[in-house]
């Protein structure tokens, strides 16, 4: 808004007259037409809705394109990972572009998902084994991307992040408490079989383990350790939360202290992420990651 002043002689004083005009939305622009120049080459980048609507050049948004050009940039080079793995890497939200925000954003840009080499993996209840081999290790993972990239690891033959796990199970979140009872019809021993689970490390992942060690007190389950280290060594940030998130149960957060105790570096940063009430989500280790961790 812009104030222009009228002075107005009254016959008892003098008052000024104040009018407010709206400043035109083309001097609202932010972005440099430089920059700009810079990124519109890359492949699917279209910046003509933000020209015809400055108002919306923020140093956010900003921020956000520069990532999409330097990643388009090498796309031709990039594995196809999950949406989420990718809205991680691109924008530190694992569910930005699930949600209307990433849709419209992507939307202004005249962008999708296949241009970011990134895919849509439905979450149903899933469990992939290893053929011809007894079922002696499995491993249990919260997050749906993760399991996805592991299922790929385990069809080539490869570790995930250390472990060689004969059979894998997308938990999908809680659901895990009711439904680890089925595999028993499926002819699967959990009595002998070791367990091993990783999740977000964050309060509603270290919760739904707690809640799933005191429901099956008899299972042989314990915390994915090599994994959670691999999350840890490849995180170079930690996360806030998307929304505000109840605490943990205390009992439920003991049984994890107890575990990541005989791992200092894994205790020390479950204590900060509490602390600055912070989060660290599986999406660290898509698939790009733990295929370069197998190789090394």
Avoid at 103 to 109: D, G, P
Avoid at 124 to 132: I, K, N, R, S, T
Avoid at 159 to 184: F, H, N, R, T
Wanted: hydrophobic content about 40%.
């Amino acid at each position: 808004m812009t104030p222009i002043i009228k002075k107005t002689k009254y016959s008892s004083t003098h008052l000024e007259e104040a009018y407010w005009l709206t400043v035109p939305a083309s001097s609202q622009a932010r972005w440099s037409e430089t920059a700009m120049m810079r990124v519109i080459g890359a492949k699917g980048l279209n910046l003509d809705y933000y020209r015809n609507h400055p108002e919306f050049q923020t140093a956010d948004t900003w921020k956000y394109i520069e990532r999409i050009y330097e990643f388009l940039r090498t796309a031709e080079d990039r594995e196809t990972i999950t949406r989420e793995e990718r809205s991680l890497e691109l924008f530190d939200q694992e569910k930005y572009l699930a949600g209307p925000e990433g849709k419209q954003f992507l939307s202004r840009l005249g962008m999708n998902l296949e241009l970011l080499r990134a895919e849509i993996v439905r979450e149903d209840f899933e469990a992939h084994l290893v053929p011809d081999r007894p079922i002696l290790c499995i491993l249990i993972s919260e997050n749906h991307s993760f399991y996805q990239s592991a299922k790929r690891l385990m069809v080539k033959g490869t570790a995930v992040c250390g472990l060689q796990p004969d059979m894998l199970i997308y938990g999908e979140g809680w659901k895990i408490i009711s439904s680890l009872s089925y595999l028993e019809e499926r002819g699967i021993d959990l009595l002998e079989a070791k367990l091993f689970y990783v999740g977000d490390m964050d309060k509603k992942g270290w919760e739904i383990y707690g809640n799933l060690k005191l429901s099956y007190p008899e299972l042989n389950m314990k915390l994915a350790m090599p994994v959670y280290r691999s999350m840890l060594s490849s995180a170079t940030r930690s996360y806030d939360y998307a929304k505000e998130q109840t605490d943990c149960p205390p009992a439920y957060l003991e049984r994890v202290r107890q575990e990541f105790s005989a791992i200092p570096e894994l205790l020390l940063c479950m204590n900060s992420l509490l602390t600055e009430n912070k989060r660290i989500p599986q999406e660290v280790l898509n698939y790009e990651v733990m295929a370069r961790l197998a190789r090394a």
